[in-house]
């Protein structure tokens, strides 16, 4: 299916698709792998790989870079977009820190660019920019003279520096770290052996060089700059990651061992698995900042510094990944995945430590700063809007609360996915809109629980008298429904269930045992599948029915959870009658009927779990409290990978707007959804002290206890943490199936 050309800020636009494709195709047949070899032994770095000049000729070395500075003006998103297509052809050469540095110089109020830029975009000159110590004069700051400012000091691993033209160096003026423009015959520059080998560092030193006033860069703080640093080096990353994943799922789809592909075995399976949830956190953010930067966002650098968290070293992990992945092939000198591994270091040492990352983010989110994911809804959104505030004004006018909620129920504005009369036939736009303005209208929605599944399967699959008489109350919140699904010994692998269904006159008897079924106590109904044919193979022979709770031979006995309540239940079935009436679907077509229901056109707005330790519960806790060190690290830490998740959620959305399959994403948002709940409960624990472990007055230890508790089944029902990483290996990168 095409893609819409929506241009949204998370989500590529269809040029931004042609472009990757272009950029990797010109990559693969130009970047030879005999050029990136020959480079590798080369005794030292040449200026220019045999490549270069094809690579001016795409214009790429101008593509962010506004067209009134000469460039393309497509901004860092497009940048971004070519980088990560680059990236994946690890090569040697100046294009990205002449990009990054022309990034920089375009950013600037100052007129030094109309001098350098156009150099730098035709190719025949290249520039490097220094993000380590600042430069100064013996008292410490810059001092004017002759109109200008001379400069002392030396800083390391420059990346790129060693054959650039030109230098953007950090300096104090002032109070603030300025950068300044200086061409390299004016410093000593000396190549350093660095880690990566095939993109040479430098140690550049200045003693008292003399630099003109208007080569300091204006309206350009340390904080810009390094969020276009963390943009443009960690697109590169995202690249870098990209050709890890691919480059070891491949490895463990063919590689053989004890007599299968490695890729079936649970341990390489989730290490991938990890590897592509990595690939997809960074590629997120990545592109959030790159677009805020482009927009000129208030919360441009605060997105750019989430990014600088997650990226630096998720990619330097992914890239320890690829290696351990082929083993002893991996860490041989002829494979390429230590040549990613070592730009990969390169790239995060240049952004400076994790602690300093992390504590940037910290910082802000602190002092107030957020950044909310706003969907940039399509024009027509506006027509939509209006005739949903309009329809929705005489419900929200409704005083009487189960008034309210039957008139929800019977318009169709509790599950508008679903068809009319029962939903609203909304597709994904509609539902976005329709979420904005209930909430807008301060209409609180019915809770169905596990009501809502059953109400898709009822109006998906289910007879005309099954969805008057079942789905109808659900909407309206009159029935409690809960899921026989699990047994004791089928519990993420549902298709091995044993509770057996007989055939009789008029109906089915049942017989069997399930476990962890949520609110069964309370529930009117039941979802329930059972075995109505051993004979066929395990995903077939299977039957969905729809149970009274009240039926005689249905026993019900609470599971007392590590909490102390008693939310989940065992569920005996003693040859319980269920009448011909209650199938859902076909017999024995039970299986489709639970996998295919109309829950998979919902729209969810947010990947977390908010029923446990929340964003707003962290927020509330660190609001006015002291942190330490350690505590603001990972305070930052939690806020980064808070914003990574709900950048998921969106893209999940944006997916679904424009037809693609998300259900991969998806799984990734829900499965790092489920464990941010868990970690913001631990950091608060962790954080009290003592006083975590017990009720103490005035401070948040009841319900951080309560939290920490119950968050740990977050990762257990629904299927495990390592059930879903089973699921990501095999739908997201291919790998076998055990």
């Not at 040479?200 to 080569?215: F, H, K, M, Q």
Request: proline share 4%.
């Amino acid at each position: 299916m095409a893609r819409n050309s929506y241009e949204l800020g998370l989500g590529l636009s269809e040029e931004h698709a042609a472009l990757a494709d272009s950029v990797s195709a010109f990559a693969e047949r130009t970047i030879t792998a005999g050029q990136v070899r020959a480079a590798v032994e080369a005794k030292s770095e040449a200026k220019f790989p045999e490549f270069w000049q094809a690579l001016v000729d795409q214009d790429l070395l101008g593509l962010h870079v506004p067209e009134a500075h000469g460039g393309q003006g497509g901004g860092l998103l497009t940048l971004a977009v070519a980088l990560e297509a680059l990236g994946r052809n690890i090569s040697p050469g100046p294009f990205v820190p002449t990009v990054l540095s022309c990034a920089v110089l375009a950013a600037a109020d100052s007129k030094v660019g109309i001098e350098v830029l156009p150099g730098m975009l035709d190719g025949s000159r290249t520039a490097a920019l220094a993000l380590g110590a600042p430069f100064h004069v013996e008292r410490e700051h810059a001092e004017p003279e002759r109109g200008g400012y001379r400069l002392t000091g030396s800083t390391d691993a420059v990346l790129g520096g060693q054959h650039a033209d030109v230098l953007l160096l950090p300096a104090e003026v002032g109070d603030e770290i300025r950068w300044v423009v200086v061409d390299s015959a004016e410093l000593t520059v000396t190549g350093q052996d660095s880690i990566d080998v095939l993109r040479g560092s430098a140690r550049v030193e200045a003693d008292g060089v003399l630099v003109a006033a208007e080569r300091v860069l204006d309206g350009l703080g340390e904080q810009r700059v390094r969020a276009i640093a963390a943009v443009v080096l960690g697109a590169e990353a995202v690249g870098i990651m990209s050709w890890c994943v691919s480059t070891a799922a491949e490895y463990a789809k063919t590689r053989v061992q004890f007599g299968r592909p490695i890729g079936q075995f649970q341990g390489v399976k989730h290490k991938c698995a990890h590897m592509g949830i990595a690939l997809e956190k960074a590629r997120a953010v990545v592109w959030d900042a790159a677009s805020a930067l482009d927009k000129g966002d208030d919360t441009a650098d605060f997105a750019a510094d989430v990014a600088a968290v997650i990226v630096a070293d998720s990619a330097v992990q992914v890239a320890q990944d690829c290696i351990q992945v082929h083993g002893g092939i991996g860490f041989t000198w002829e494979h390429d995945a230590h040549l990613y591994y070592r730009r990969a270091l390169a790239l995060r040492g240049v952004l400076g430590t994790r602690e300093q990352r992390a504590n940037r983010v910290a910082e802000q989110a602190l002092a107030g700063v957020s950044r909310a994911s706003v969907l940039e809804l399509p024009a027509e959104a506006d027509a939509i809007r209006a005739a949903v505030r309009a329809e929705l004004a005489p419900i929200a006018a409704i005083e009487d609360e189960d008034d309210q909620l039957i008139a929800l129920g019977d318009s169709g504005w509790v599950q508008p996915h679903l068809p009319r009369p029962y939903g609203r036939g909304a597709g994904p736009l509609e539902q976005i809109v329709i979420s904005q303005e209930v909430k807008a209208a301060g209409i609180a929605m019915p809770q169905l629980l596990m009501g809502g599944w059953a109400v898709s399967a009822v109006v998906g699959h289910g007879t005309e008298q099954q969805k008057r008489d079942l789905a109808v109350p659900t909407l309206r919140g009159d029935l409690v429904w809960c899921q026989l699904f699990s047994e004791p010994g089928a519990g993420s692998d549902l298709a091995s269930l044993s509770t057996r269904a007989e055939k009789v006159e008029g109906g089915w008897k049942v017989t069997g045992q399930k476990i962890w079924t949520t609110v069964a106590q309370f529930a009117d109904w039941a979802m329930l599948i059972a075995r109505t044919d051993p004979s066929r193979p395990k995903h077939e022979g299977i039957t969905y029915f729809v149970l009274d709770m009240a039926t005689p031979g249905v026993t019900v006995r609470p599971l007392r959870e590590m909490t102390g309540s008693a939310l989940f239940n065992e569920v005996f079935l003693d040859e319980v009658f269920i009448p011909d009436a209650n199938v859902i679907g076909e017999v024995n077509d039970g299986w489709h009927v639970a996998r295919t229901t109309l829950a998979g056109e919902r729209v969810a707005l947010s990947q977390k779990m908010e029923a446990y330790a929340s964003d707003s519960d962290l927020m509330q806790f660190v609001r006015g409290r002291e942190l330490g060190p350690v505590g603001r690290y990972h305070f930052g830490e939690l806020i980064a990978e808070s914003q990574a998740i709900d950048l998921i959620g969106s893209r999940v959305v944006l997916g679904q707007l424009s037809g693609a399959d998300v259900s991969t994403t998806s799984s990734v948002g829900k499965l790092l959804g489920m464990g941010l709940g868990q970690a913001i409960s631990e950091f608060v624990v962790a954080e009290l002290g003592a006083a975590g472990t017990v009720a103490v007055p005035g401070e948040p230890s009841d319900k951080a206890m309560e939290q920490l508790i119950a968050g740990r089944a977050t990762t257990i029902y629904g299927g495990t943490t390592e059930v879903q990483l089973n699921v990501i290996g095999e739908r997201m990168l291919g790998l076998p199936r055990d």
